[in-house]
């Protein structure tokens, strides 16, 4: 997650480094369950991207079910802990430095992309950069599951951009197709545990 899920009132960090100078609230140091358990019924498959991995918990997920898993991020701090995870558990997963939003830079191919806490993080514009790069890299009926801070979370938890239903329909209305849009939460290491969240499926079409 490469933006703080801060409050309106919350000053803006001065760069994705400093985010990880201590744990940030959406470091559990373990996947979410939502993720751990779509990663157990079989839905990810083939090469994974991770995108916003942070310290990694989702891409070693991935890679510890034998799949070829690739993390980005702009935080170089959080990338180091994620490779020090990999080599502590023997895992063989890529850690890049990269910006989400160009994605098409990557020129690679991916069957499956996880996003959690990345895609509320972005305004208008680079929401649509960021959905742009993804139907270049997803190849056609890959699928992308995104775990996001959802317009249900009353508390001062959430970026500027909580997910709206009609939000997240928009960012997906061309090329894609709308699986689901379900309550769910994202867990996270300071009161109150945990916040409201969509997750959304959808396909490549």
């Known amino acids: ?21 201590t744990p940030p609230p959406w470091d559990i140091g373990r996947p979410q369950p939502v993720f751990a358990a779509l990663a157990a019924s079989g839905a990810f498959r083939g090469r994974v991207l991770d995108a916003g991995c942070g310290t990694g918990e989702h891409t070693l ?11 980005i991020d702009l935080a170089a701090r959080a ?46 514009e680079d929401r649509a950069a960021y959905v742009d790069g993804l139907r270049t890299l997803l190849r056609p009926s890959g699928h992308c599951f995104i775990l996001c801070i959802s317009d249900q979370e009353s508390g ?7 997910s709206s239903r009609a939000r997240v329909e928009a960012a997906f209305a061309d090329g894609w197709r709308l699986d ?26």
């Not at 997920?61 to 799949?67: H, Q, V």
């Open 61 to 71: 997920l991935a890679a510890g079910l034998g799949l070829d898993a690739t993390g």
């Open 79 to 124: 990338l180091r802990t994620a490779r020090d995870k990999a080599r502590e558990r023997g895992c063989t997963a890529r850690f890049l430095l990269h910006d989400a939003r160009e994605l098409a830079v990557l020129a690679e191919e991916f069957d499956t992309v996880l996003d959690c806490g990345l895609f509320h993080v972005f305004g208008d």
């Open 180 to 205: 689901s849009v379900e309550p769910s939460a994202i867990d996270i290491n300071a009161e109150p545990g945990h916040v409201e969240a969509w997750l959304i499926t959808v396909t490549r079409t």
């Open 156 to 162: 001062a938890w959430g970026p500027l951009h909580k």
């Open 1 to 21: 997650m490469p933006a703080s899920p801060h409050g309106q009132g919350a000053a803006a960090p001065r760069s994705p480094d400093d985010l990880y100078v």
